[in-house]
């Protein structure tokens, strides 16, 4: 039998780890794309400032992306450490893209990164730029890659289980890569990302202003932070409502789990804005809900049906059955390959095969499960539903706060007068958590919602762990949280100290010797390209009291 | 699958050999990162030095270390009971590993960043330790495929290890550590001879030297244990490169000598422990006269040619089982689907190329010594 002990524990890191890496890896995306947008202009313009801005921010991406690598590999790893039957069952599918990212994207990314840093004295500057873009690059084909893999746990297509390797094997790539749900969650995700750099550069930026520091760089910080925040935002919420689409047809109890949903309601389906989800009583208290939203957003239509959670776990149980006999059909044909009645029976069962197996919770010999088993296995189905509802709400409340905030924050922009809303760069300042509260959340979401599958219909959980002894993951999970602490503690420091010193310290002015990248700056011809589109961003400082 | 021109064995032979492709990269590119790091308290007596040092593999040490990150996916991708049976099965071993590579990309960013002595030298010493203790584990994993791990199936595939960490450290596994430490450590100095000058190259020629000879013997005398004493494996049972993969197919014999038994059927293949020796000598020699390219070359020719001996002798294992020797993992019944290797193989053809053009271009730009006052005059030097 399996330690459920042991499967909580690693579960238990997994998330930890996989959560405290993706506190990084959403600032990688959203700054590396907007240091590549300001270099930009620095190479457009010519302009010293934009280059020293890139640099600036450059410093910040540093001490973050070392943070990022450091508990990337982690990542990686512990595929193989902690889920040994996992990587086996599905390693044909769920390995490919996981390289692929490694060689296609990561590479990429890594063996740039030491440019950006190493080779303003050694390029030109459109060789930087394009060093600097190719950085970027690298971090979002490596998004897509992950998502691709990701995409997959939560809606397998394109595989099939073979009975003679006892695992699922890939059939068509094609439909991997262009599976719906991971080209949502992909847009969905580095949108995230970008609304995080987004904020991140405005209230660092804001921080100045309202100290009256740095203000060349801040205020021109803000102006492309807050245009490029408007679209990430609009497109985090669009293509999340995507996402919600997606899960509509393939994650159906996930999706009644974030909305609390226990019965099947007539359409179109209402939606729960608030209200408290009690598990045991299956039944919510004190809802309130607005008539129509739900079947809209989740069919997009008036008449799409959305099922409710116990209907689903009456489904489920119809599957649980018909596991069973994929399972003894397995069993027969472990025996005798050329057994045809088997082969019949199991190609014809094969795609409950998953649901039969969350019977190994309770029984090795699953063919001969009670019906109170049945019943039981049935119900594990349901994820618990409290937390996704609270999660869930989070995230979104944050997403349409922060497309408020961009839209306000633009708008100051536009009328030049960001540097006079005190109270606005006050708000900016405190959004800075924000946008990881609510990525947090997400993928919350995303992957608690998705128990008690690690691959949705395909693999239970707690089946794909690996067999590893207690002392040895209460071992690595406690020396994973010493350490990841540790380094929490010490690069929230460094990052404070960088903010503290400045722009003026880290990325000083052109001076007289000035590095290759620089020489050739172009020296500022009247109505040439110094007067481009972007000096609407750009005006001259105003003199102020 | 009547679209993939080559058949399902020959896949897994291509991808036997890009498994080792892959390793040989990690070794040579990332081997030398660890081995200045194993070497940074030895060649740098001063803060100034050891900042020296540290930038001498500062901005490329990245990209080497995706080799290592690549060599974890294509094992998923292309050997999956592989990465489920040794990760798992090594996983004290692996997160030490994790715990010491961690160090790495911190240790880098962070030292320079204040500017007091006793965090630059706690961060120096996460970098030795990050450097040093992968070179070491990744040798012993070495030894223990070599001696066989324990590990069996349940009838679903579920893989169960039974042995524990301190059971990895035996004699023998400790020195394939050893012989992995000193050989990095040798191809480390050669970089540091490469990149730097003065005392911090006369240091690593010296260190690198007695670490390349040390390598040298050690390897030797690994060879004569292997052939002596450590028993090998052989499969009985008639192999079909074209079956599906099941680990459970087939019967395994285990006596001492088996892992001679390739070299003696192909006395070709010979030419990868001499080269193995011979490279680690040659490195030693050349430090000695200060040609740090040349003694690059020869370091990591020994690297590859060390990785080519033991492919070579446990072909067509990739991770034989102590305990239940049938349950052994080959390249003929541990690998994925044909399409999936198929995939992989189209997509490595694509992008390695393309990523050794931009590795080699970034080292160009790179190219010179790196002095005190070139770091100096480094934005965002470490």
Redesign the interface.
């Known amino acids: 039998m399996i330690d459920m002990t042991v499967v909580e524990l690693s579960r238990l890191q997994f998330a930890l780890t996989a959560m405290y890496h993706f506190l990084f890896v959403p600032l990688t995306l959203g700054l590396s794309l907007l240091m590549a947008i300001m270099e930009s202009v620095y190479v457009m313009t010519g302009r010293d400032i934009w280059r020293r801005m890139t640099m600036f921010w450059g410093v910040l991406f540093g001490i973050n992306f070392a943070m990022g690598v450091a508990t990337g590999i982690v990542m990686e790893f512990q595929f193989g450490m902690n889920w040994a039957y996992y990587s086996h069952y599905v390693g044909d599918i769920f390995g490919a893209p996981l390289a692929i990212e490694g060689l296609m994207a990561f590479f990429l990314e890594a063996t740039f990164i030491g440019l950006f840093f190493f080779g303003w004295k050694r390029m030109t500057k459109i060789q930087h730029l394009v060093i600097t873009w190719l950085v970027a690059l690298g971090a979002n084909f490596s998004a897509l890659w992950i998502l691709v893999a990701n995409g997959w746990m939560q809606n397998p297509v394109g595989a099939v289980f073979n009975p003679d390797t006892m695992r699922m094997e890939i059939t068509d790539f094609v439909a991997v890569i262009f599976n719906p749900v991971a080209q949502a969650k992909f847009v969905h995700t580095v949108s995230a990302g970008y609304v995080t750099g987004a904020i991140f550069v405005m209230s660092v930026s804001a921080f100045y202003l309202l100290r009256g520091k740095h203000r060349d760089i801040a205020r021109r910080s803000i102006a492309v932070a807050a245009s490029f925040g408007l679209a990430s935002a609009l497109s985090v919420v669009v293509l999340g409502d995507e996402s919600g689409y997606a899960a509509t047809e393939h994650q159906k109890m996930k999706l009644a789990a974030i909305e609390a949903m226990w019965h099947t309601e007539p359409a179109p389906a209402g939606f729960t804005v608030i209200g408290l989800p009690n598990q045991a009583g299956q039944h919510n208290r004190f809802e309130v809900k607005i008539p129509w939203l739900m079947g809209l957003i989740a069919t997009r239509s008036l008449d799409g049906e959305i099922p409710g959670i116990l209907d689903l776990v009456e489904r489920a149980e119809h599957r649980i059955r018909g596991g069973q006999l994929a399972y003894a059909a397995l069993e027969r044909l472990r025996e005798d390959r050329t057994d045809v009645a088997a082969r019949e029976a199991f190609d014809q069962h094969w795609a409950d095969l998953g649901h039969g197996l969350l019977l190994k919770r309770y029984r090795e010999d699953i063919f001969n499960a009670t019906e109170q088993e049945i019943s039981q296995a049935a119900l594990d189905t349901v994820p618990r539903v409290a937390p996704l509802f609270w999660t869930f709400r989070i995230m979104a409340g944050i997403g349409f706060y922060l497309i408020a905030f961009f839209a306000v924050a633009f708008w100051l922009v536009t009328r030049n007068r960001i540097e006079d809303s005190r109270r606005f760069l006050w708000i900016a300042l405190w959004s800075l958590p924000l946008p990881w509260i609510a990525i947090e959340c997400g993928w919350f979401v995303a992957e608690y919602g998705r128990q008690p599958w690690a691959v949705e219909g395909v693999l239970p959980t707690f089946y794909a762990a690996s067999g590893i002894a207690l002392k040895d993951i209460l071992i690595s999970l406690a020396g994973f949280v010493i350490i990841y602490t540790g380094l929490a503690i010490v690069a929230a420091k460094l990052m404070i100290a960088a903010i503290g010193k400045g722009p003026d310290v880290l990325a000083p002015p052109a001076h007289d010797g000035a590095p290759a990248a620089i020489d050739d700056v172009v020296p500022p011809h009247p109505g040439d390209s110094d007067r481009l589109a972007l000096d609407a961003l750009d005006p001259a400082p105003a003199p102020r009291a | 699958m009547d679209f993939i021109p080559l058949d399902y064995a020959t896949l897994r032979l291509i991808w036997w050999l890009l498994l080792g492709v892959l390793l040989i990269g990690f070794a040579v590119m990332d081997g030398f990162d660890l081995g200045v790091g194993a070497l940074l308290p030895f060649v740098a007596k001063t803060d100034s030095e050891r900042r020296i040092v540290v930038n001498t593999i ?6 080497n ?2 080799w ?3 060599g ?3 094992i ?3 050997f ?2 592989l ?6 099965g090594f ?2 071993a ?2 030490v590993i ?2 010491a ?6 240790g ?3 030292r320079g ?2 500017e007091d002595t006793r965090w630059k030298q706690t961060w120096d010493w996460a970098l030795f330790v990050g450097g040093a203790v992968p070179a070491l584990i990744f040798g012993v994993a070495v030894g223990n495929v070599l001696l066989g791990v324990p590990f069996h199936f349940t ?7 039974t042995g ?2 301190f059971a990895l450290l035996t004699p023998f596994a400790l020195l394939a550590g050893l012989v992995s430490v000193t050989l990095l450590v040798a191809h480390g100095a050669a970089m540091l001879v490469i990149k730097t000058d003065g005392p911090i190259a006369d240091r690593a020629a010296r260190y690198g030297g007695i670490a390349a000879v040390a390598g040298a013997v050690l390897f030797a005398l690994g060879g004569v244990w292997i052939a002596t004493e450590i028993p090998g494996f052989r499969i009985d049972s008639t192999i079909d490169g074209a079956l ?3 680990p459970l197919h087939k019967t395994v014999s285990r006596e001492a000598g088996l892992w001679m038994a390739n070299y003696a059927a192909m006395p070709w293949t010979m030419i990868a422990p001499v080269l193995g020796v011979i490279g680690a000598l040659a490195s030693a020699w050349l430090l000695r006269m200060r040609r740090g390219g040349l003694a690059f070359i020869a370091s990591g020719t020994s690297i590859a040619a060390v990785i080519l001996t033991v492919g070579f002798a446990i072909f067509p294992f990739l991770l034989p089982s102590s305990t239940m020797p049938n349950a052994g993992l080959t390249l003929w019944d541990a690998s ?2 044909r ?2 290797l198929w ?2 193989l189209v ?2 053809i694509v ?2 190329p393309i ?1 050794l053009a ?2 080699s271009w ?1 080292y160009r ?2 190219r010179g010594k790196v002095t005190e006052s070139s770091v100096d ?5 470490y």
């Open positions: 500062g901005p490329v040490w990245e990209g270390q995706v290592l990150i690549l974890g996916g294509a998923f991708a292309a999956p009971p990465y489920a049976v040794s990760f798992s996983y004290l692996m997160f994790l715990f590579l961690i160090l790495r990309p911190v880098f960013k962070f960043k204040v009838p679903e595939l579920r893989p169960v290890y524990g960490f599906a993969s099941n994925s689907s399409l999936t995939i992989m997509s490595t992008f390695l990523v931009y590795t970034v730009v790179l005059d480094t934005p965002n030097a």
